[in-house]
Protein backbone atom coordinates (compact mmCIF):
# COMPACT_ATOMS: atom_id res chain seq x y z
CA UNK A 1 0.00 0.00 0.00
CA UNK A 2 1.19 3.36 -0.91
CA UNK A 3 2.36 5.74 2.03
CA UNK A 4 0.26 9.14 1.36
CA UNK A 5 0.69 11.20 4.63
CA UNK A 6 3.78 13.76 4.70
CA UNK A 7 3.75 14.86 7.88
CA UNK A 8 6.43 13.94 10.38
CA UNK A 9 5.10 11.68 13.05
CA UNK A 10 6.48 10.56 16.01
CA UNK A 11 5.49 7.49 18.44
CA UNK A 12 6.34 5.56 21.28
CA UNK A 13 5.54 2.44 23.17
CA UNK A 14 6.67 -0.22 25.50
CA UNK A 15 7.16 -3.65 25.52
CA UNK A 16 9.23 -6.98 26.80
CA UNK A 17 10.24 -9.73 24.54
CA UNK A 18 7.04 -11.37 25.55
CA UNK A 19 5.16 -8.59 23.21
CA UNK A 20 7.58 -8.14 20.64
CA UNK A 21 6.16 -9.70 17.57
CA UNK A 22 2.73 -7.16 18.81
CA UNK A 23 4.82 -4.27 19.48
CA UNK A 24 6.63 -4.71 15.86
CA UNK A 25 3.04 -5.59 14.32
CA UNK A 26 1.93 -2.33 15.40
CA UNK A 27 5.03 -1.09 13.83
CA UNK A 28 4.10 -2.65 10.47
CA UNK A 29 0.36 -1.31 10.61
CA UNK A 30 1.63 2.25 11.16
CA UNK A 31 4.21 1.57 8.37
CA UNK A 32 1.67 0.82 5.62
CA UNK A 33 0.12 4.36 5.59
CA UNK A 34 2.97 6.58 6.81
CA UNK A 35 6.12 7.77 4.92
CA UNK A 36 7.90 10.15 7.96
CA UNK A 37 7.54 8.61 11.18
CA UNK A 38 9.63 8.01 14.25
CA UNK A 39 8.55 4.45 16.47
CA UNK A 40 10.63 4.87 19.72
CA UNK A 41 10.68 1.91 21.69
CA UNK A 42 10.91 1.38 25.50
CA UNK A 43 12.42 -1.74 25.62
CA UNK A 44 11.59 -3.52 28.88
CA UNK A 45 14.35 -6.01 28.67
CA UNK A 46 17.57 -6.98 27.18
CA UNK A 47 16.04 -9.20 24.58
CA UNK A 48 13.98 -6.75 23.34
CA UNK A 49 16.40 -4.23 22.83
CA UNK A 50 18.96 -6.96 21.14
CA UNK A 51 16.20 -7.73 18.75
CA UNK A 52 15.53 -3.59 17.54
CA UNK A 53 19.16 -3.21 17.64
CA UNK A 54 19.53 -6.05 15.31
CA UNK A 55 16.78 -5.02 12.89
CA UNK A 56 18.50 -1.67 12.23
CA UNK A 57 15.48 -0.06 11.06
CA UNK A 58 15.85 3.29 10.73
CA UNK A 59 12.20 4.53 12.13
CA UNK A 60 13.12 2.62 15.09
CA UNK A 61 14.72 3.93 17.78
CA UNK A 62 15.23 1.18 20.89
CA UNK A 63 15.98 3.03 24.75
CA UNK A 64 16.80 0.95 27.12
CA UNK A 65 15.31 1.09 30.91
CA UNK A 66 18.74 2.19 32.64
CA UNK A 67 18.62 5.45 29.69
CA UNK A 68 15.02 6.64 31.21
CA UNK A 69 16.03 5.49 34.73
CA UNK A 70 19.57 7.09 34.88
CA UNK A 71 17.39 10.55 33.66
CA UNK A 72 15.04 10.33 36.38
CA UNK A 73 16.21 8.28 39.45
CA UNK A 74 13.14 8.25 41.32
CA UNK A 75 12.10 5.69 39.25
CA UNK A 76 14.05 3.11 40.91
CA UNK A 77 12.75 4.11 44.18
CA UNK A 78 9.09 3.35 42.76
CA UNK A 79 10.48 0.34 40.88
CA UNK A 80 11.55 -1.02 44.57
CA UNK A 81 8.05 -0.54 46.06
CA UNK A 82 5.26 -2.03 42.97
CA UNK A 83 5.33 -4.97 40.79
CA UNK A 84 6.57 -5.23 37.55
CA UNK A 85 3.12 -4.18 35.74
CA UNK A 86 3.07 -1.76 38.32
CA UNK A 87 6.15 -0.30 37.30
CA UNK A 88 5.62 -0.84 33.52
CA UNK A 89 1.83 1.60 34.26
CA UNK A 90 4.31 3.79 36.48
CA UNK A 91 6.24 4.18 33.12
CA UNK A 92 3.77 5.39 30.87
CA UNK A 93 3.92 9.40 31.49
CA UNK A 94 8.14 8.88 32.13
CA UNK A 95 8.51 7.57 28.57
CA UNK A 96 6.80 10.36 26.17
CA UNK A 97 8.21 13.07 28.50
CA UNK A 98 11.71 11.91 28.55
CA UNK A 99 11.75 11.82 24.88
CA UNK A 100 10.28 15.87 25.17
CA UNK A 101 12.89 16.86 27.52
CA UNK A 102 15.96 14.81 25.54
CA UNK A 103 15.52 14.38 21.78
CA UNK A 104 15.03 17.76 19.65
CA UNK A 105 12.80 18.25 16.83
CA UNK A 106 9.77 16.27 18.52
CA UNK A 107 6.43 18.44 18.45
CA UNK A 108 3.86 16.00 19.27
CA UNK A 109 4.92 13.08 21.15
CA UNK A 110 1.93 10.45 21.17
CA UNK A 111 2.20 7.33 22.99
CA UNK A 112 0.97 3.89 21.81
CA UNK A 113 -0.40 0.44 23.88
CA UNK A 114 1.89 -2.21 22.07
CA UNK A 115 -1.15 -3.80 21.25
CA UNK A 116 -2.91 -1.66 18.91
CA UNK A 117 -3.08 -2.13 15.27
CA UNK A 118 -3.92 0.22 12.89
CA UNK A 119 -6.23 -0.36 9.65
CA UNK A 120 -5.59 3.23 8.30
CA UNK A 121 -3.89 6.31 8.94
CA UNK A 122 -3.91 8.30 11.93
CA UNK A 123 -4.03 11.42 10.29
CA UNK A 124 -7.45 12.33 11.35
CA UNK A 125 -6.60 11.94 15.13
CA UNK A 126 -3.52 14.56 14.44
CA UNK A 127 -6.03 16.70 12.42
CA UNK A 128 -8.43 16.30 15.34
CA UNK A 129 -5.52 17.75 18.21
CA UNK A 130 -4.52 20.58 15.45
CA UNK A 131 -2.88 23.20 17.31
CA UNK A 132 -4.23 22.04 20.65
CA UNK A 133 -1.71 20.22 23.53
CA UNK A 134 -3.17 17.32 24.63
CA UNK A 135 -5.56 14.86 22.76
CA UNK A 136 -7.12 11.73 25.31
CA UNK A 137 -9.38 8.98 24.23
CA UNK A 138 -12.34 7.93 26.11
CA UNK A 139 -13.36 4.49 27.09
CA UNK A 140 -16.98 5.24 26.07
CA UNK A 141 -18.52 2.26 27.84
CA UNK A 142 -21.78 1.39 26.60
CA UNK A 143 -24.94 1.43 29.32
CA UNK A 144 -24.12 -2.24 30.66
CA UNK A 145 -20.57 -1.34 31.52
CA UNK A 146 -21.48 2.32 33.18
CA UNK A 147 -20.08 0.71 36.22
CA UNK A 148 -16.61 0.07 34.51
CA UNK A 149 -15.45 3.84 34.61
CA UNK A 150 -14.72 3.67 38.27
CA UNK A 151 -11.37 2.44 36.25
CA UNK A 152 -11.29 5.29 34.74
CA UNK A 153 -12.92 7.59 31.65
CA UNK A 154 -10.20 7.62 29.06
CA UNK A 155 -7.89 4.89 28.78
CA UNK A 156 -4.22 4.81 28.33
CA UNK A 157 -4.34 3.44 25.08
CA UNK A 158 -3.50 6.65 22.95
CA UNK A 159 -2.14 10.20 24.25
CA UNK A 160 -0.70 13.21 22.21
CA UNK A 161 1.27 15.83 23.94
CA UNK A 162 2.32 18.72 22.36
CA UNK A 163 5.70 20.35 23.45
CA UNK A 164 3.97 23.71 24.91
CA UNK A 165 3.81 24.90 28.80
CA UNK A 166 0.74 22.64 29.04
CA UNK A 167 1.63 19.63 27.09
CA UNK A 168 4.39 19.46 29.24
CA UNK A 169 2.70 20.25 32.35
CA UNK A 170 0.44 17.77 32.15
CA UNK A 171 3.36 15.22 31.73
CA UNK A 172 5.25 16.48 34.34
CA UNK A 173 2.18 16.57 36.45
CA UNK A 174 0.82 12.53 35.81
CA UNK A 175 4.47 11.29 35.92
CA UNK A 176 4.86 13.04 39.69
CA UNK A 177 1.37 11.16 40.40
CA UNK A 178 2.65 7.45 39.00
CA UNK A 179 5.81 8.03 41.00
CA UNK A 180 4.01 9.00 43.89
CA UNK A 181 1.27 5.55 43.71
CA UNK A 182 0.72 3.73 40.83
CA UNK A 183 -0.91 0.54 41.57
CA UNK A 184 -3.07 -2.20 40.18
CA UNK A 185 -6.19 -1.91 42.29
CA UNK A 186 -8.78 0.77 42.97
CA UNK A 187 -7.84 2.91 45.97
CA UNK A 188 -9.11 6.85 47.07
CA UNK A 189 -10.11 7.36 43.55
CA UNK A 190 -7.00 6.05 41.89
CA UNK A 191 -6.23 2.98 39.36
CA UNK A 192 -3.24 2.42 38.19
CA UNK A 193 -1.38 5.03 36.15
CA UNK A 194 -5.27 5.26 34.24
CA UNK A 195 -7.54 6.97 36.52
CA UNK A 196 -5.95 10.06 37.14
CA UNK A 197 -6.88 11.59 33.85
CA UNK A 198 -10.73 11.85 34.50
CA UNK A 199 -9.05 15.22 36.02
CA UNK A 200 -7.34 16.57 32.72
CA UNK A 201 -10.24 18.29 31.35
CA UNK A 202 -10.94 20.16 34.20
CA UNK A 203 -7.43 21.69 34.72
CA UNK A 204 -6.06 21.88 30.80
CA UNK A 205 -8.26 23.89 28.61
CA UNK A 206 -5.97 23.06 25.79
CA UNK A 207 -7.22 19.26 25.50
CA UNK A 208 -9.59 17.15 22.72
CA UNK A 209 -11.55 14.80 23.69
CA UNK A 210 -11.54 12.57 20.12
CA UNK A 211 -15.17 12.22 18.54
CA UNK A 212 -13.91 9.52 16.58
CA UNK A 213 -16.00 6.33 17.84
CA UNK A 214 -13.10 4.86 14.65
CA UNK A 215 -10.25 5.17 16.63
CA UNK A 216 -10.14 3.25 20.12
CA UNK A 217 -12.81 0.23 18.99
CA UNK A 218 -11.70 -2.56 22.08
CA UNK A 219 -13.56 -5.22 23.51
CA UNK A 220 -15.63 -2.73 25.94
CA UNK A 221 -17.05 -0.01 23.56
CA UNK A 222 -17.50 -1.97 20.46
CA UNK A 223 -21.40 -2.99 21.35
CA UNK A 224 -22.37 0.90 21.22
CA UNK A 225 -21.84 0.29 17.72
CA UNK A 226 -23.25 -1.08 14.37
CA UNK A 227 -20.11 -3.39 13.20
CA UNK A 228 -20.68 -4.05 8.92
CA UNK A 229 -17.48 -5.55 6.88
CA UNK A 230 -17.20 -3.76 3.30
CA UNK A 231 -14.36 -5.77 1.51
CA UNK A 232 -11.43 -5.38 3.17
CA UNK A 233 -12.80 -2.85 5.83
CA UNK A 234 -14.51 -2.86 8.81
CA UNK A 235 -17.13 0.00 9.26
CA UNK A 236 -18.18 1.40 13.06
CA UNK A 237 -21.29 2.59 11.79
CA UNK A 238 -20.36 4.20 8.79
CA UNK A 239 -16.86 4.84 8.92
CA UNK A 240 -14.00 2.46 8.20
CA UNK A 241 -12.12 1.43 11.36
CA UNK A 242 -8.78 3.32 12.32
CA UNK A 243 -7.34 1.42 15.37
CA UNK A 244 -8.40 -1.44 17.56
CA UNK A 245 -7.22 -2.26 20.75
CA UNK A 246 -6.62 -6.12 21.39
CA UNK A 247 -6.57 -5.53 25.17
CA UNK A 248 -6.18 -8.65 27.23
CA UNK A 249 -5.54 -11.05 24.13
CA UNK A 250 -4.07 -14.51 24.81
CA UNK A 251 -2.69 -16.23 22.12
CA UNK A 252 -2.72 -20.54 23.37
CA UNK A 253 -1.58 -21.29 19.70
CA UNK A 254 -2.08 -19.82 16.44
CA UNK A 255 -5.26 -21.75 15.66
CA UNK A 256 -6.36 -21.01 19.33
CA UNK A 257 -6.86 -17.78 21.19
CA UNK A 258 -8.69 -16.22 24.65
CA UNK A 259 -9.73 -13.12 22.99
CA UNK A 260 -10.86 -11.39 26.47
CA UNK A 261 -14.21 -10.44 25.83
CA UNK A 262 -15.92 -12.07 28.55
CA UNK A 263 -15.82 -9.91 30.91
CA UNK A 264 -17.52 -6.62 28.43
CA UNK A 265 -19.99 -9.06 26.15
CA UNK A 266 -18.64 -11.25 23.68
CA UNK A 267 -18.82 -9.62 19.96
CA UNK A 268 -20.60 -11.51 17.38
CA UNK A 269 -18.39 -14.36 15.54
CA UNK A 270 -18.02 -12.76 12.14
CA UNK A 271 -16.73 -9.47 12.91
CA UNK A 272 -14.45 -11.74 15.61
CA UNK A 273 -12.81 -13.85 13.02
CA UNK A 274 -12.48 -10.46 10.99
CA UNK A 275 -10.51 -8.97 13.74
CA UNK A 276 -8.97 -11.63 15.62
CA UNK A 277 -8.15 -14.28 13.00
CA UNK A 278 -6.70 -11.21 10.53
CA UNK A 279 -4.52 -9.92 13.61
CA UNK A 280 -3.09 -13.55 14.11
CA UNK A 281 -2.10 -13.53 10.70
CA UNK A 282 -0.57 -10.24 11.13
CA UNK A 283 1.58 -11.65 13.90
CA UNK A 284 2.61 -14.34 11.83
CA UNK A 285 3.50 -12.32 9.02
CA UNK A 286 5.68 -10.34 11.48
CA UNK A 287 7.31 -13.53 12.97
CA UNK A 288 8.30 -14.65 8.91
CA UNK A 289 9.40 -11.32 8.44
CA UNK A 290 11.73 -11.56 11.35
CA UNK A 291 12.91 -15.22 10.15
CA UNK A 292 13.73 -13.34 7.31
CA UNK A 293 15.79 -10.57 8.59
CA UNK A 294 17.99 -13.10 10.66
CA UNK A 295 17.18 -12.27 14.31
CA UNK A 296 15.74 -15.49 14.77
CA UNK A 297 12.39 -17.68 15.80
CA UNK A 298 9.78 -15.92 17.80
CA UNK A 299 6.56 -18.12 18.08
CA UNK A 300 3.22 -16.52 18.47
CA UNK A 301 1.77 -17.90 20.94
CA UNK A 302 2.41 -16.61 24.16
CA UNK A 303 4.50 -18.52 26.54
CA UNK A 304 2.67 -17.80 29.64
CA UNK A 305 -1.09 -18.31 29.78
CA UNK A 306 -3.06 -17.43 32.46
CA UNK A 307 -7.07 -17.71 32.44
CA UNK A 308 -8.53 -15.94 36.04
CA UNK A 309 -12.17 -17.82 35.80
CA UNK A 310 -12.85 -17.56 39.49
CA UNK A 311 -11.35 -15.89 42.70
CA UNK A 312 -11.64 -18.98 45.03
CA UNK A 313 -10.97 -22.49 45.01
CA UNK A 314 -14.28 -24.06 43.34
CA UNK A 315 -16.53 -26.69 45.13
CA UNK A 316 -17.82 -29.46 42.54
CA UNK A 317 -21.11 -28.11 41.65
CA UNK A 318 -19.76 -24.97 40.55
CA UNK A 319 -17.40 -26.55 37.69
CA UNK A 320 -19.95 -26.50 35.11
CA UNK A 321 -20.26 -22.34 34.96
CA UNK A 322 -16.94 -22.56 35.36
CA UNK A 323 -16.21 -24.53 32.33
CA UNK A 324 -18.68 -22.56 30.16
CA UNK A 325 -16.99 -19.31 30.99
CA UNK A 326 -13.83 -20.73 30.54
CA UNK A 327 -14.94 -21.50 27.51
CA UNK A 328 -16.83 -18.64 26.26
CA UNK A 329 -13.13 -17.11 26.31
CA UNK A 330 -11.72 -19.10 23.50
CA UNK A 331 -11.89 -18.62 20.04
CA UNK A 332 -10.94 -20.98 17.47
CA UNK A 333 -8.83 -19.69 14.44
CA UNK A 334 -9.10 -20.61 10.49
Known sequence: MLCVDKPDYHFCTLFDSQFLLRGLTLFRSLARYLQDFHFYVLCLDE?????????????????????????????????????????????????PLYLLRNFDGIEVI????????FYQSPAPLFAELGQASILVIEHRFPAHLQDKLQYGRFNVQYQSFR???????????WHQQCL????????????????????????????????????GLAPWNWANYRLRVQKDRLLVDHDALIFYHFHALK??????????????????????????????????????????????????????????????????????????RLWSQLMLIW
Open 110 to 117: TYLDADLF
Open 251 to 324: ILSTRLISHGMTDFGVMPLKYRRWLYAGYIKELTHTARWLQQKGIGSYPVQDRRIHFRVHDGRPGWSQWPGLLR
Open 163 to 173: STIQGLECLEH
Open 180 to 215: EWCYDRLEAQRFADQKYLDRWPEWYDDLVISQLKTA
Open 47 to 95: GSYHTLKRLQQPHIIPLTLSDIEVWDPRLLKAKANRSLIEYYFTLSPAL
